[in-house]
C-alpha cells in the first residue's frame, strides 16, 4: 500500500542547475498538489493540478514548472535552481477537490532540496 | 487572506499529561479543517479531519473539535505517550483554498 511516492528523498545542485522531482500515487486520486515547507513559512502551495492534463499555480509558483501527463503522476520541474529555492518539497494527493467535503490529503515523505 | 495560528509553537510535557493543541482561523467560511502529524523527517499523517458541521471528532486518544463562532479548533490528545513527540499541523480548508498552520511542535518526556 504505497500511497503518496516521491523521489529523490534527498538532492543537492548548484545555482542554475535543472532538476525534475517526481510524485506518483497509486489510490486514483484526481487532485494532486505541490507544497514547499521552510522554517517560520508553514507549507505554501506551489502548483496544483485537478486531473490529468491540467495544472493550476498556487501561492508561490514562480521558478517552478509542473506536468501531469498521467493521472497518477505529477511533475514538478526547476528549470534554473536558486538558493531561495532550497526548502523540503512535499507532494499530495486528494480524492476530491480542494472544497471536498470527503478531501483529505495525503502526504509523500517529502524531497530535501539543497541549492548551493 | 485566511490566518491560521497555532499555539504555542513548542509544548514539552511529561508522560501521561493530557493535553490541547490550538489552532485558531480568521475565516469564519470554513469547509472542514483536517490535523495532522508530522514526524522529524516525514511526511504529514493525517489524523482527524472534521467538517464545518460537526463539532468534533475522536479517533483513539485523539479528539479534534471545531467551534466556527470564535474561529477555533483543538486537538486534545489524553494520557500522551513519548510516541506523541512530533510537530502537530492544522489546515483551514476555505473550499477555494487550503491554508496550513505553522504547527507546535509536542515533546512528551518519558
Known amino acids: 500500500n504505497a500511497g503518496v511516492t516521491q523521489t529523490p528523498k534527498f538532492r543537492v545542485l548548484k545555482t542554475g542547475q535543472s532538476m525534475t522531482l517526481l510524485c506518483a500515487q497509486d489510490?486514483?486520486?484526481?487532485?494532486m498538489y505541490w507544497y514547499r515547507q521552510d522554517p517560520g513559512m508553514g507549507l505554501r502551495l506551489i502548483h496544483y493540478?485537478?486531473?490529468?492534463?491540467?495544472?493550476a499555480k498556487g501561492e508561490v509558483p514562480d521558478g517552478y514548472n509542473v506536468s501531469r501527463l498521467k493521472k497518477q503522476n505529477f511533475l514538478l520541474g526547476l528549470e534554473s535552481a536558486a538558493p531561495s529555492q532550497t526548502s523540503v518539497y512535499f507532494c499530495?494527493?486528494?480524492?476530491?477537490?480542494?472544497?471536498?467535503?470527503?478531501?483529505?490529503?495525503?502526504f509523500g515523505n517529502g524531497t530535501r532540496l539543497t541549492v548551493t | 487572506k485566511q490566518e491560521v495560528t497555532q499555539i504555542p509553537a513548542a509544548l514539552s510535557v511529561p508522560e501521561g499529561e493530557n493535553l490541547v493543541l490550538n489552532c485558531s482561523f480568521t475565516?469564519?467560511?470554513?469547509?472542514?479543517l483536517q490535523w495532522f502529524r508530522q514526524d522529524p523527517g516525514k511526511g504529514l499523517t493525517s489524523l482527524l479531519l472534521?467538517?464545518?458541521?460537526?463539532r468534533e471528532q475522536t479517533s483513539g486518544r485523539l479528539n479534534a473539535s471545531l467551534d466556527k463562532s470564535s474561529g477555533r479548533s483543538t486537538l486534545y490528545i489524553a494520557a500522551s505517550q513519548p510516541g506523541d513527540s512530533a510537530t502537530y499541523l492544522c489546515?483551514?480548508?476555505?473550499?477555494?483554498?487550503?491554508?496550513f498552520g505553522g504547527g507546535t511542535r509536542l515533546m512528551v518526556k518519558p
Open positions: 499530495a494527493s486528494s480524492y476530491s477537490h480542494l472544497g471536498g467535503r470527503d478531501s483529505p490529503l495525503h
Open positions: 489510490m486514483n486520486h484526481e487532485y
Open positions: 493540478s485537478v486531473g490529468e492534463g491540467t495544472t
Open positions: 475565516d469564519s467560511a470554513i469547509y472542514n
Open positions: 472534521i467538517q464545518s458541521s460537526q
Open positions: 489546515r483551514f480548508n476555505a473550499g477555494n483554498m487550503l491554508t
